[in-house]
RNA sequence: GGCGGUAUCGUCUAGGGGUUAGGACACAUGGUUCUCAACCAUGGAACCGGGGUUCGAAUCCCCGUACCGCUACCA
């Protein structure tokens, strides 16, 4: 097991900017926290990161929180059930920060920086050209105590940065990686608190996840070089540093970082696209950690109890779209089917409205539940979405016996086969399995006609499409619809139509 | 540029000093006395390159290459 199963119980975290939607790659990041405090019976912490006040919004995090909640994963403490380390959001904490701020600088941990923005890009600029690396020169450093604070007082703005010690080697172990070293003399003295008095984020992530308690963070690969800044900070604090564990980024098609060129990018989109949260969650886990006996389809509360982030991929991951959706085909065909009418229901109201014939949405309010539901059958396992469950079983409803006749005249023998099968079932009232079958025998008796030329013709006259989901399951949906909603003939009468030959 | 990370079928991955290098998605072919789809069967498909260590390297080490990240008063 790995080191997450030993010592105190696990806290962990999802830090979340809401500056925008949740991305799948966030979500793998959620994903892979949640199944560690639920595997381990540790502890999850929804925290909000909104120092950024320019970019963060409250819709944003609602929007974020909603998402977490449709995949399922839960969370113990956040800004909305509270906890034991209140407040869980960036902006509600500024006192704290400015506490251990304080801190820092008493120490000589941390001094003013009045150089300009201009000043910074401009030797940034010149670093680069000269191949250098372009941190921070460290020239405020020099300030003494006083000067800093009299110029503080004559109103100059000024940013709080943190002393990287000189000439030293940081280490920590990654989880994920190992041992991950990185020298001082790379960095730059970081920025910690702004000059507009905010926070930066190598400094709040640090008081938060010690305040909190956190025990492992675990996060996007984009922050692994910021750990060794991180690590400094908690030196600096006399705190203990978190374990962590750099998860590697989800990549597009293009083996670029997945982003919005590439399609759908937020949970929000898949979830507007019919996927379901269990297909979501469970391709996303798989994005970089497998069980290691080759079992994919699990449930989220299963891969928790197998889960290991040791055992997490240490390279970038494609995103497939195809097996994402082989996954959703998947878990369609095992869902509860009154959920998967639940499910369904909305895209037949949402496309129903569209000007495409005798919709489902037409139908009396009491009876689209029941339609939907006899119709289900007949996508289930056809479809990679609940999105495209309407188009699929429109048939049904949108028969037309101008088409189905068009396409029955092509058929060689459509009409012998037609008025054989109209007899057969003349009586028959609605149709079975059963009875289908005994009809459709008849008619080949009668006609001598068999296989493909006799059940095509049948299908056209039914379906009026030349191919669709087995007739064994149109006609009891089609029958059941009919009996449901005005205006859809039942399979007997659509037959009877074409047999007459009262088209056009 | 510097620093860090990563490298097994097209994709997600298992494995890890001696294996016919395994599975899944996708793809191809065939089957299901009604078609797509689904389902079932079969098939093609991989250890980045070069050195080293070793009886033996895809596996360990080094170098190179490629890709990704960081190098912000964004997180």
Known sequence: MSAASTGAPVR?????????????????????????????????????????????????????RGDLQW????????????????????????????????RLLDTGHAYWCFCSAEQLERERAAALAASAPPKYSGRCRGLSRAEA????????????????????????????????TFHTSVMGDPVIVRSDGGPAYNFAVVVDDALMAVTHVIRGEDHISNTPRQVLIYEALGLTPPTFAHLSLVLGPDHAPLSKRHGATSVNEFRARGYLPEALVNYLALLGWSPGDGEELMAADEMARRFDVARVSHSAAV????????????????????????????WFIAQGTADR???????????????????????????????????????????????????????????????AFAEAIADAGPLTRESFRAAATKAREVT???????????????TGHES?????????????????????????????????GTAD
């Not at 189905?404 to 012998?416: I, M, N």
């Not at 493909?452 to 056209?460: E, G, M, N, Q, S």
């Not at 399951?473 to 074409?498: E, F, H, K, Q, Y």
């Open 149 to 180: 604070e009299a110029r503080r007082e004559a109103g100059e703005p000024a940013a709080l940065r943190f002393v990287i010690p000189v000439d030293r080697d940081v280490t920590f172990d990654d989880l994920v990686r190992g041992p991950v």
């Open 357 to 419: 014939g005798p919709a489902f949405a037409k139908a009396p309010a009491g009876k689209l539940r029941e339609a939907v539901a006899a119709v289900l059958p007949l996508a289930v396992g056809a479809v990679d979405r609940l999105e495209e469950i309407p188009e699929r079983v429109k048939f049904v409803l949108e028969w037309n016996q101008a088409d189905a006749a068009r396409l029955l005249a092509a058929e060689p023998d459509g009409l012998t086969v037609i008025a």
């Open 319 to 346: 995103f497939d779209t195809d097996k994402l959706a082989w996954m959703n085909r998947h878990y369609m065909k095992v869902c509860d089917p009154e959920r998967l009418v639940d499910l369904a229901l909305p």
């Open 468 to 500: 669709g989901p087995e007739l064994d399951l149109a006609i009891p949906a089609i029958d059941v619809v009919a009996g449901l909603l005005d205006g859809v003939p039942s399979c007997a009468v659509r037959v009877r139509l074409l047999a007459t």
């Open 71 to 102: 995949l399922g994963l839960t969370w113990d403490e956040g800004p909305d059930v509270g906890g034991p380390y209140p407040p869980y959001r960036q902006s509600e904490r500024l006192d704290l920060y400015a506490d251990y701020a304080r």
């Open 448 to 462: 001598g006609i068999k296989g493909k030329a006799l059940f095509h013709p049948i299908r056209v006259a039914l």
């Open 12 to 64: 962990v975290r999802f830090a979340p900017s809401p500056t925008g939607l949740l991305h799948v790659g966030n979500a793998r990041t959620a994903l892979f926290n949640w199944l560690l405090a639920r595997g381990q019976g540790g502890t999850l912490i929804l925290r909000i990161e909104d120092t950024d006040t320019e970019r963060s919004t409250r819709a944003s995090e609602d929007g974020i």
